[in-house]
Structures are given as C-alpha cells and as structure tokens.
T-cell receptor
Framework: NAGVTQTPKFQVLKTGQSMTLQCAQD?????MYWYRQDPGMGLRLIYY???????DKGEVPNGYNVSRLNKREFSLRLESAAPSQTSVYFC?????????????FGPGTRLTVT | SQQGEEDPQALSIQEGENATMNCSYK?????LQWYRQNSGRGLVHLIL?????REKHSGRLRVTLDTSKKSSSLLITASRAADTASYFC?????????????FGTGTRLLVSP
C-alpha cells in the first residue's frame, strides 16, 4: 500500500516548455487535489477532483490544466511553464470531498522553471 | 492574507520540553486541522477538531479551539528530536458543498537533543 505517489520527484524546465506531473493513489479515494507550496505562502489549491469524472478550479488555476484519468490517477499539466510556476507541487487524496475526511499527501515534485 | 496564520513562525526547544504553536483565522469554520511536514516530505494529518469542540487529545498532542477568538493552539508535550518538522493549521470554511482546506504558513519546530 504505497498511498499517494508522485512522479517525477524533481524537474527543471525552461520557460515555455510543457510537462505533466503524475499522481496516483491506491486507497480507493474518491477525491484528489493538486496544491503548490511556496515559501511563506502555505499550500494553495490549484485544482481538485471531487470524484472520478469531475474537475474544478481551486485558488490558483491559471497556467495549469488537470485530467482525472480514472479513479486512481490525477495529472497536472503545465502547457507553457513560467518562472512563477517554480514551486513544490503536492498531490493529495481523500475518501470524500468533505473536509471532515483527512487528506493524504504525496511526497511532492520540486519544479524549477528557468 | 491567509485564512490561517501560525505563530510563532519558528520555535526552538530542547527535548523533553513542551512546544506550543498557535493558529488564528478570519472566518467561520466547519473544522480546523493540524498537519505535520518533515523536511522534503508531504504533509501528514495529525488531528481534526470540529467547530463545536473545545479540546481534543491524541497521544502527546493537545489541540484547543476558541471560536470566539478565532484561534487554535497545538501543544506537543515531552518533545522529541523526531518532532522536528513544520506544523500547519488548515481551516475548513463553514459552507455547503465542497469544503476546501485553507492552509496557514506554518510553524517550524526544531527540537534539539
């Protein structure tokens, strides 16, 4: 039982390049989330998927797209990376989209855009 | 500004001492949660306290919630070096439908042997 896994762990991109961050969970959770963590800012929600087949914008969705590929997998795509997207990205999942269900986090992807 | 703000930003103590960190928030909440993040790792859920609860315990953790002051505190008793981490409060706004968590900026705790 691996929990929430993310790939890659580290990535360096040049401005304008694109990439997809992968996330998978093996806990049969319905809801999945993408956050970014920046120094002094706390975690901010980028997109979430309350259940398979649905996705919605969070607090900071500009410059990102997501795909809920199936119940297990939720990917985050940067179509044209910008230096402002340098951050640590965390994927999380929960049994339900209600806050009373704790969220389980992956180990993160550290992205640098030059 | 952030819904949840932790205080202090950093805390350094010796093993065996107690560590207290505080969280203040601005709007009505459904619940408040505390998470721990070890360096270079993802967040781990520690404890959840609902808006109608005042105090909750889990092992060496004690959380209090004062909704009139819009504040919460996390107490770690008899700290260990392994408690060294960043601690974040996360508030769930009182609303129907999807309840996103709003995370604070965290308290960095260093426990020295």
């Amino acid at each position: 039982n691996a929990g929430v896994t993310q790939t890659p762990k580290f990535q360096v991109l040049k401005t304008g390049q694109s990439m997809t961050l992968q996330c998978a969970q093996d806990m049969n959770h319905n809801s999945m989330y993408w956050y970014r963590q920046d120094p002094g800012m706390g975690l901010r929600l980028i997109y979430y998927s309350a259940s398979e087949g649905t996705t919605d914008k969070g607090e900071v969705p500009n410059g990102y797209n997501v795909s809920r590929l199936n119940k297990r997998e939720f990917s985050l795509r940067l179509e044209s990376a910008a230096p402002s997207q340098t951050s640590v990205y965390f994927c999380a999942s929960s049994e339900r989209p209600r806050s009373s269900y704790e969220q389980y986090f992956g180990p993160g992807t550290r992205l640098t855009v030059t | 500004s952030q819904q949840g703000e932790e205080d202090p930003q950093a805390l350094s103590i010796q093993e065996g001492e107690n560590a207290t960190m505080n969280c203040s928030y601005k709007t009505s909440i459904n619940n408040l949660q505390w998470y721990r993040q070890n360096s270079g790792r993802g967040l781990v859920h520690l404890i959840l306290i609902r808006s109608n609860e005042r105090e909750k315990h889990s092992g060496r953790l004690r959380v209090t919630l004062d909704t009139s002051k819009k504040s919460s505190s996390l107490l770690i008793t008899a700290s260990r070096a392994a408690d060294t981490a960043s601690y974040f409060c996360a508030t769930a706004l009182a609303r129907t439908g999807f309840q996103k968590l709003v995370f604070g900026t965290g308290t960095r705790l260093l426990v020295s042997p």
